[in-house]
């Protein structure tokens, strides 16, 4: 009777150890799904200009920017970025039910579009006003005192003078320029996923960009225009038989939008 007795101990302990790993070993594996799908998605958006006609293509002055050199830009869609963007990333997880895709896009608090001289953010609602009643946010920065509307390239606008200038013309480098301006975005970002409505999780995430890419190089800089996704995703049991907890298979994508 003893033997019968620790034998069933025995198997319960294991079994419970299994199932505890079993729950690991869930979130590794949507995490990684979720991080395939998401990297398709971003770059069918960054993409999108492909499946649409050459004419689209010509004169378009907004998009990229409206600085001193724009007639290389692109018109960029967001709501386009985001129709690709889903239609490949549900695609890639197989789901075709809207119900569930909908389920699951009430996890992606950001999709964001850092442009040449403006940052778009959509929250779980596509809805791009959350980020600001126009939707987007030029990169208005104090520097030394004034306020510059920066780019992505060293073309700045000086605003109390109405002029579009370079930034070697107030004193400022290329590597310090680049610094500025993405630790904006950066700010931009966190702030966004920080006091987003409806969290579930509990909890804060950080999205970090290289400054220097010859510092960092296993971080990527901000060195385009870029279309970003945030998935937080479905809440997944721990399949832990002593307490009920659930865990968030996160992770982001992103890819540069070019010219083609």
């Known amino acids: 009777m003893k033997s019968f007795f620790w034998s069933f101990i025995f198997l319960f302990c294991s079994l419970s150890l299994f199932f505890i790993g079993k729950g690991a070993d869930n979130i590794d594996i949507m995490s990684e799904r979720y991080k395939r799908a998401l990297d398709a998605g971003v770059n069918a958006a960054s993409k999108?200009?492909?499946?649409?006609s050459d004419g689209a293509l010509d004169s378009q002055g907004t998009g990229f920017g409206i600085g001193k050199e724009d007639s290389g830009n692109v018109h960029i869609d967001r709501q386009e970025c985001l129709k690709w963007f889903?239609?490949?990333?549900?695609?890639n997880l197989s789901i075709y039910d809207k119900d569930k895709q909908d389920r699951l896009k009430k996890y992606m608090p950001m999709k964001a579009v850092i442009c040449y001289d403006r940052l778009m953010i959509a929250d779980a609602e596509d809805n791009w006003n959350s980020y600001d009643l126009s939707g987007e946010k030029e990169y208005i920065i104090l520097f030394e005192g004034r306020q510059y509307k920066f780019t992505l390239s060293n073309q700045i606008y000086d605003i109390a003078r109405g002029l579009w200038i370079r930034s070697e013309d107030i004193g400022l480098g290329q590597k310090e320029r680049k610094r500025i301006l993405t630790q904006y975005i950066i700010n931009e970002l966190n702030?966004?996923?920080?006091?987003?409505?409806?969290?579930?999780?509990?909890?804060?995430?950080?999205?970090?960009?290289?400054?220097?890419?010859?510092?960092?190089?296993?971080?990527?800089?901000?060195?385009?225009?870029?279309?970003?996704?945030?998935?937080?995703?479905?809440?997944?049991?721990?399949?832990?038989?002593?307490?009920?907890?659930?865990?968030y298979a996160y992770s982001i994508g992103g890819s540069e939008i070019i010219r083609e």
Request: with cysteine; aromatic share 18%; net charge positive.
């Open 191 to 247: 702030s966004f996923m920080v006091s987003r409505g409806n969290k579930e999780s509990g909890a804060d995430y950080k999205i970090v960009f290289s400054i220097d890419d010859e510092a960092d190089t296993k971080l990527s800089g901000i060195n385009g225009v870029n279309f970003l996704v945030f998935c937080e995703g479905l809440p997944l049991p721990s399949l832990n038989p002593f307490k009920q907890e659930r865990f």
């Open 48 to 52: 999108y200009r492909a499946y649409i």
């Open 86 to 91: 889903y239609r490949l990333f549900f695609r």
